[in-house]
């Protein structure tokens, strides 16, 4: 969360001028700052580097999905998560391979198998005993074979500061271990000659902050891994600890530095290796919200206000809840700054509100700011991550646009819905 400012003062995203993004494209703005993005990238793979050890970095797209944001992945040699057909004709349509896709889901459609399976997707996440039938008929019908990985759920837990080892066995994602669905699952697998089993997944949470949750996951794979040499003969070659490295959007978040979540990671998989005297094998992860959230920035124009005389003034800018609903959905909390002057001491506590018609349309509860007039741009800090990814139409606002911004240079790479947007699915009923 580093404020830059140029000549003029206003707030930079990668070396171009907020304030004049915001007149440009009009607000509200989603704007990426590119050359983060690729950092963080760097920063996950350089460990794996050091540490000599065969893996990949397969980015959730989920947290935001758009074709730029596959062809910057592409550039840096990643992967991908998938979790919908959509999701996989988008990064298709950008040209990323297909081999280098995951696709997860708890319910993947046979139509989406369907194509899935055509594609040549590199990895289907397996998840659940419907999912095997269904793949056993896609891949009978289309003479076809997949590499599959068993995403099991290991009884461990994590957010943020904690984690648990025994809850969430109660998840509606993956083959339960303790109770030996995960072991049914692989017998079936391993029956299926059109069927190669790549190894093993698990994700535990998201916005983790520590590694205590990785350590565990990753020590609890392995054993897995193990038993099923020893009970199947079974070789893993693919160890896929999930995503949900944490991120700074306010100054009370410390989230470790993505080097040290991979340093520990990779310790402790060593370590289990040498244990059961296995090779060390390939470690996936599946960074989201670390890779695209510190990169993001939402521009919104201030509007109206509403001042009380005991309660903190409501200051509505030209966006909410349609472009983000993290703050309404499950009050995440955002740092905002005056785009026009971020470093200019904040005077007031206000709160943030939206222009939709909910009163919890509210995007920070205590905005600290410097004083502000209608006209002026409001940042949103880190919200790269699942913003304009869950956007939707509420009250047929349209969405934003999303501005890509690399060496100071702007490019728009998802256009603002305009009102005939809005309209081109409706049809007349009379
Ligand atoms: C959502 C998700 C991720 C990414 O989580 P982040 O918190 O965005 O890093 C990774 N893997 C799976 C299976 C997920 O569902």
């Keep these: ?39 963080q990238i760097k920063r996950f793979k350089q460990v794996f580097e050091e540490q000599g050890v065969a893996y990949e970095v397969s980015y959730a797209s989920k947290a935001f999905c758009a074709l730029a944001i596959y062809q910057v992945i592409a550039e840096l ?100 271990l303790a109770s030996g669905q995960a072991d049914q699952a692989l017998e079936e697998l391993l029956k299926l000659e059109q069927i190669e089993v790549l190894g ?49 959007y306010t100054a009370e978040d410390t989230p470790l530095a993505p080097e040290k979540f991979v340093e520990h990671i990779v310790k402790v998989i060593k370590q289990k290796a040498n244990e059961f005297q296995m090779e060390v094998p390939e470690i996936w992860i599946e960074p989201g919200r670390s890779i695209v959230g510190p990169a993001g920035y939402s521009l919104y124009t201030v509007g109206s206000r509403k001042d009380l005389p005991d309660h903190l003034s409501y200051l509505a800018v030209d966006g909410g809840m349609g472009d983000n609903i993290r703050p309404a959905l499950y009050q995440a909390k955002y740092t905002a700054v005056l785009a026009n002057d971020p470093l200019k001491t904040a005077t007031e506590t ?23 007039k209608p006209g002026d741009i ?8 699942y913003g304009y990814a869950m956007a939707s139409n509420y009250n047929r606002n349209p969405r934003p646009a999303v501005v890509f911004v690399e060496d100071g240079k702007d490019k728009l790479v ?5 009102y005939a947007d809005l309209l081109a699915l409706d049809l007349p009923y009379k």
């Design 77 to 176: 040699d990643c992967h991908t998560d998938v979790v919908s057909g959509g999701e996989l004709a988008t990064a298709l349509k950008a040209g990323f391979p297909a081999g280098k896709i995951s696709f997860h889901g708890n319910n993947k459609s046979m139509a989406e198998l369907e194509f899935a399976v055509k594609a040549g997707v590199g990895a289907i996440i397996v998840d659940n005993f419907y999912e095997i039938e269904l793949l056993k008929q896609v891949l009978q019908e289309q003479k076809a074979t997949a590499k599959v990985i068993l995403r099991v759920t290991p009884g461990i837990s994590a957010h943020t500061h904690e984690y648990d080892q025994t809850g969430q066995v109660d998840s509606k994602f993956g083959f339960d």
């Design 200 to 248: 093993l997944h698990a994700h535990i949470g998201s916005q983790i902050f520590e590694v205590g949750g990785f350590e565990l996951v990753g020590q609890k794979l392995m054993e897995v891994a193990h038993a099923w040499t020893q009970k199947y003969g079974y070789v893993a070659k693919v160890i896929n600890v999930g995503g949900g490295f944490g991120i700074k």
């Design 378 to 385: 409001v940042a949103l800090l880190a919200t790269g991550a």
């Design 350 to 372: 206000v709160r943030l509100a939206g222009k939709y018609c909910e009163s919890g349309d509210i995007l920070v509860a205590k905005a600290a700011l410097p004083e502000t």
């Design 1 to 39: 969360m580093t404020i830059t400012t140029g000549k003029t003062g206003h707030l930079t995203i990668g070396g171009a001028d907020a304030v004049a993004l915001a007149h440009k494209y009009q607000t509200p703005l989603v704007v990426y700052d590119v050359a983060s993005i690729k950092e």
């Design 414 to 418: 998802i256009k603002r819905e305009t």
